[in-house]
């Protein structure tokens, strides 16, 4: 059917009509219907059997474009498309881990998928101090699993080729290497940033070497087709509780930089490590914390990679590098040092998207709420001025980083006589 | 019209029917045709004026399927749209360098272009140790003018990802995947080499950091999407005479490492070099034209990199790095500094791919004219032995290269004595 916008009372229609409606609510259920979004990107609404709210589901729809810095951004309706395939990818490589896919419809631009109700968007939670104790296993088998499953590791060229046409996002991509790697780093009128941090801001702007290394990121966001990734994975598109993990928000998934998706994670758990300075002022409440989310960078990163390299010796038929080229005397040793070369490239490439995207953070469109929830503007400066330090820091010395302790070594020195100062 | 293959007698129906016919031929003219193809991939049609032969035109028409090592590879007619897609926008991008193309059609999987009468495919008149005076100049604007007006150094992000999705070229990318970066270094049935050369071919397939380095060349083949690159720009794609330059046989092209289409010419020239070990028994004439061919290997490179460097500095208008990022105080040192770099990455990625190109040559399905044409398999040898001793290090070495000069030492290092020897 013709596109058209739906509202509260034409979705409750449209879900009735729809094949799955057996699926979610009982025959001849009674609907209502909320919409829950912000209305800038895509229309979200909440349905539920009037009669058992437990039974419910969303319903996303994209609208023909979004207005966003004051321009119009050509973002067609085509990013549902891509929201779905990767939801659809997702649930056949790590059902459980998003959320599930009653239904979609590429001419109505709109997915009918689970509803999490018992789930939190993960960076409200993490200013609360909350843990998750399934967080670390979930989100890093769904990392590994995905990323190893669409990368020429496991695939043919023929497979890996295909999937890489379904997944040319070019609109979705301008925004991230205009927004990651470009505008906050000059002049350009959308960048917003907290005036007490106005000197460093200005040093980054000026910092040739810095900008060269983030030129050089934005070059491996823009070439290295190494997998599937999400591409816009931070804490604000993950959702948790006690038991579950689930990604969401999956439209701009490309084939690009493993890094950058593991980069996203590891950083925003380093911005909200910072963010409490100010969230948590009873030192030793902070303290405890900060290293449970430190733990967190070190076991993400650790467990990713050790799923992703057990993926890898276990499900060898990709046709990057055929069993058979390694039947040779050492050859053994030689495809483990190809493993270990290439995890190294991983992390090298995480550490300098990562602070890429945390110093994009501090300087440019938007910021994030674990900094923006702080109204003091002196006690978010000292965060913010933090994560400039390990952000540039993670990209300039990406060369040297050789384990996940190096990247949280660098968060270390950096946050060394914060306490004193704060106490002082 | 639906596909057929056609016939000599089919063909001068078709060119007379086709609308380009007055461009290339007087009006009534009769028509005669010869099929001069190898008959493997492609039909291949010299339609000429019978009253004045000078009047001419080829006719390149794809078969259905290619049979090679005893397995038939799913080579579609679609590798002619890759074809006559790169013919098109080459004929757009250096015009001159290329055959015109007078008409294509899609469903018919032919093209039809300008009949190069008066030039001859570059492998053998090097072998005769021809000099083609004005070879560097138009080789290098070739090269360098394409791929930097197909990456994202002057293309937006939208129209790089665009033209990238009309070149997704799986078939024939794996054909160079598997023949030039896996199989020849494994036991594979197709493989071919010299049996004198037999312990070097075996030290090679068991030599673990060797073929490490290889499975990396292999990885940034499959997934560095940096520019449209020919991908097959081997001297027998190269077309030449004493004013003029055509590339030929575009294939292949696929947005994929600018390096790889260097180092098919820098390799080529330098398994040319080695030939004449055998090829030109007098020791003057022959070290006359070996230094021609290191020239030629120097300048090509550096024409190439001045030529795309001024290009960048000049049209430095696309999306990977705008202008107003390098305004700053220092801006210009750091955008140099930039582009020192990036051509550095160029240079090794172009001895790694070269030193693979030049590897398979010797060991693989196909080898290369100007070496299977020396007779005598010892007299071969030599020069095998020491293609792939420099091959070797060309791509082990690559990451300690930082000039031209250096890749050209390793041919001299390599090299020094066998004129000895071969005295002796």
């Not at 890093?140 to 999937?163: C, E, I």
């Not at 055929?322 to 053994?332: A, C, K, L, R, S």
Request: with cysteine; glycine share 6%; proline share 4%.
């Amino acid at each position: 059917m013709a596109y058209r916008a739906l509202d509260e009372r034409s979705v409750v229609d449209y879900v009735r009509a729809c094949s799955a409606m057996e699926a979610i609510f009982e025959t001849g259920a009674a609907l209502r219907a909320r919409e829950v979004g912000d209305g800038n990107l895509n229309l979200v609404f909440i349905i539920e059997n009037v009669a058992d709210p437990e039974q419910s589901a969303v319903l996303k729809q994209a609208l023909p474009y979004l207005r966003v810095a004051g321009e119009s951004w050509p973002l067609t309706r085509e990013r549902m498309r891509f929201e779905t395939q990767a939801l659809l990818k997702y649930n056949e490589l790590t059902p459980g881990l998003v959320p599930r896919v009653y239904e979609h419809d590429q001419e109505m631009s709109l997915v009918i998928m689970e509803h999490l109700r018992k789930h939190q968007i993960m960076r409200k939670p993490l200013v609360a101090r909350e843990r998750f104790p399934r967080f670390v296993d979930q989100i890093s088998s769904f990392v590994a699993r995905v990323l190893f499953f669409t990368s020429d590791l496991y695939l043919s060229g023929l497979a890996k080729k295909t999937l890489m046409s379904e997944f040319i996002n070019p609109h979705l991509c301008k925004i991230q290497e205009d927004f990651v790697f470009t505008n906050p780093y000059m002049e350009s009128p959308e960048n917003q940033w907290n005036p007490r941090i106005d000197a460093q801001v200005r040093e980054v702007r000026a910092n040739g070497a810095l900008k060269l290394a983030l030129a050089e990121m934005k070059a491996g966001y823009m070439t290295h087709a190494q997998a599937l990734i999400h591409s816009d994975l931070h804490t604000g598109s993950i959702m948790v509780n006690e038991r579950d993990t689930r990604v969401i928000d999956s439209e701009f998934a490309f084939y690009g930089p493993i890094g950058f998706d593991l980069g996203a994670i590891l950083e925003n758990l380093v911005l909200n490590h910072l963010s409490h300075y100010a969230h948590t002022p009873d030192p030793r409440a902070r303290r405890e914390y900060q290293a449970y989310l430190l733990d967190l960078v070190r076991s993400v990163w650790g467990e990713f990679a050790r799923k992703f390299e057990t993926l890898w010796i276990e499900n060898n038929r990709g046709e990057l590098v055929p069993e058979p080229y390694w039947d040779f005397p050492g050859g053994d040793d030689a495809f483990a040092e190809y493993r270990r070369r290439y995890m190294a490239d991983l992390l090298r490439d995480t550490a300098g998207h990562g602070g890429a995207k945390m110093l994009r953070r501090m300087m440019g469109i938007v910021s994030i709420w674990d900094l923006t929830s702080i109204e003091d503007l002196d006690q978010r400066a000292v965060a913010e001025r933090l994560a400039i330090r390990i952000g540039s820091r993670w990209v300039l010395e990406r060369a040297r980083l050789s384990s996940v302790e190096d990247l949280v070594g660098i968060v270390l020195e950096e946050t060394r006589g914060v306490e004193e100062d704060l106490a002082g």
